[in-house]
Antibody, heavy 120, light 110 residues
Framework: EVQLLESGGGLLQPGGSLRLSCVAS????????MSWVRQAPGKGLEWVSA????????HYADSVKGRFTISRDNSKNTLYLQINNLRVEDTALYYC?????????????WGHGTLVTVSS | SYVLTQPPSVSVAPGKTATIPCGGN??????VHWYQQKPGQAPVLVTY??????DRPSGIPERFSGSNSGNTATLTISRVEAGDEADYHC??????????FGGGTKLTVL
């Protein structure tokens, strides 16, 4: 069974930094691209960033380029998201998701999310 | 950037068929995936495209199906049950925009 367990969220002030983690199990982690998707309170889903499996190529939404850094440690089956210069609009539930490919990429499995709240 | 448009809400009586639209420019030329999100829970993939056909992950009932043509993709839920009440999100992958989600549609079972 695929499991994704996020951690690292909390209440932070604008301008602060934090690192989110996602520990994966139940599949060959190093083979699959992974993503972070966030959901602001009462809003829809917003893709934030993705990273390749073995090649570790990274992609970012325009809204977070330059402030967010995605990375992975395949030896620890762990995905990370470093968030710098936090803004109030970064307040959201952050989901870790496993990407799979059929005709195009989709999000096959999701964690339960970790909540990031940015407020002064 | 590519934009997907969904109505905020759709209502349906139990046992009837629900259709949830997802609009996008020439979306019929793209592959659309759908997710169900119940209150307080993470999204769950309910349909994805394999080759040219809509398919479902294991455990998702055959009542859920996707279709796509022109400027509208549609999630169809047949014989709707109370347990289908949830938010539904469409998603595409676009070479210019990467992953794009619609705003989500709340399905209410009357």
């Amino acid at each position: 069974e695929v499991q994704l367990l996020e951690s690292g969220g909390g209440l932070l002030q604008p301008g602060g930094s934090l690192r989110l983690s996602c520990v994966a199990s139940g599949f060959r982690f190093s083979d699959d691209p992974m993503s972070w998707v966030r959901q602001a309170p009462g809003k829809g889903l917003e893709w934030v960033s993705a990273i390749g499996g073995r090649d570790a190529n990274t992609h970012y939404a325009d809204s977070v380029k330059g402030r967010f850094t995605i990375s992975r440690d395949n030896s620890k089956n762990t995905l990370y998201l470093q968030i710098n210069n936090l803004r109030v609009e970064d307040t959201a539930l952050y989901y870790c998701a496993r990407n799979q490919y059929s005709t195009t990429w989709y999000f096959a499995s999701w964690g339960h999310g970790t909540l990031v709240t940015v407020s002064s | 950037s590519y934009v997907l448009t969904q109505p905020p809400s759709v209502s349906v009586a139990p046992g009837k068929t629900a259709t949830i639209p997802c609009g996008g420019n020439n979306i019929g030329g793209k592959t659309v995936h759908w997710y169900q999100q119940k209150p307080g829970q993470a999204p769950v993939l309910v349909t994805y495209y394999e080759s040219i056909e809509s398919d479902r992950p294991s455990g998702i009932p055959e009542r859920f199906s996707g279709s796509n043509s022109g400027n509208t993709a549609t999630l169809t839920i047949s014989r709707v049950e109370a347990g289908d009440e949830a938010d539904y999100h469409c998603q595409v992958w676009d070479s210019n925009s990467d992953h794009v989600f619609g705003g989500g549609t709340k399905l209410t079972v009357l």
